[in-house]
């Protein structure tokens, strides 16, 4: 790379030495790229956050990272691509400041008009959605479609296929205006539609929507079609498919996998606070619903982590403020690991455990890791073994912003940090041991899901 705000250093990360004796040292690739302006501390408030798209269609994962105020499009090689000064639709507690939430990023890109080429869509405080070039940031269009009473304003736009044509409709979320904001208004519209004052596909303002997070489309059932995924799971016409198991309090978070092979289609994962349950849900309805100890799982990645295994296994994180104690279940819902991170974790490492936890293809290997990084601080990120905690890598950094995808190429996930003014990329260097697999991108779901994420559900 020979542009100005791009360094590239190769290093060897010594790691650690943990309770159980050294682990070895890994081989990997650091960029780092100015992102030309500082979160300073906005970091504090968590708004904002980043998410990788081919924006100049040149067939390689451009960078988007948002915070008050600010919009930057950087390319693949770490040149800025534009910038915007822009009131975008990011914040940080939602049920206070509404959606997207802790580290939303307030922003989705794809082709959405059928020109064959990327647009990038977010939402301004006012209510209006903005459609850009992707290659530029020219604005293309611009749309306010009326805001639901009782509702504060649109706080998060969601790019959707529902009616056959790739990409071409759209879901507006919005929290109640009083009280605890939960995302409870959906408004679904061809995005051809909205744009030229048409009323919308579908609405509804009794989404049960998890706290803390806007809804998560993914094709469940294989039909090419995205259904809306909360506590309860939306058809592309916005019909009950499946309610969750009746809890107290709300949901923290929502993931989607195969867990269940066995099941028709994909399942979703939904972790309790206050009733302190996992549940799975599948298309047919709640397949299982369990606790451990009546601990809040509170956070969670969903995994194939054992090796030699193809089950999907679900880790939860647990709420201690201190001394955390992670528990994972199987995918019929038995308990097959708990422990206690001090035990297993760098005697350095903040007592808070581990926060922002991404499901990571790091190795090339079948089985999975987690990546995350120190809790409650702007610190070092891991990869570790969610079966026994095991710390892989560490990577000494002052993380405020953590995401996990397919930048580079070669079907492996790289590491994605933010820190104050800088973009730090950690590309695992060692040889792929399966270089013929797909990319993760491939997958139309990969995709929704690496766009719309937060602190709770990356």
Known sequence: MKHTNVTMTWAILALSCLAGGPVADTGANHTVIKIGFSLGDQAEDSAGGLIVADTDNDQRMDFLITAPGQLVVLANDGRVLWRKAVDIAVGGQSESQGLPGHHGPGVAAADVDGDGRTEVVFLTKDSVLHIVEGATGREKATAKPPVPPGAARWELAVIATFQGEANRDIVLQ???EKGYRMGQFLAAYRIADLLAGKEPLWTTDRFGSCAHNGARLADLDGDGLDEVLGATLLSSQGRVLVEAAPFQGHM????????????PGLEV????????????????????RVHHQRQEPQNATVGRFKPGSEELFVWCRSRHPQHQKPFVFDSRGNLASHYELDAVAPEDWTKS????????DWTGERHQLACA???HKRGDV?????????????FKTQADRLYV??????????????????????????????????????????GRLKQYHNYYSP
């Open 174 to 176: 919005a929290t109640n």
């Open 252 to 263: 923290d978070s929502v993931f989607v996998a195969d867990v269940r092979p066995d099941q």
């Open 269 to 288: 994962v939904l972790l309790e606070e206050g009733s302190n349950h996992v549940q799975l849900l599948g298309l047919g309805g709640v397949l299982w």
């Open 353 to 360: 455990g581990v926060e922002v936890i991404h499901r990571i």
């Open 373 to 375: 990084k120190e809790r």
């Open 382 to 394: 891991c990869v570790f073994e969610p079966l026994t905690g095991r710390f892989v890598a560490r």
């Open 405 to 446: 995808a397919d930048v580079f190429g070669d079907w492996r996930e790289e590491i994605l940090v933010v820190t104050a003014d800088e973009l730090h990329i950690y590309e695992n260097t060692a040889g792929n041991p399966r270089p013929d697999e797909p990319r993760l991108w491939n997958d139309r779901n990969y």
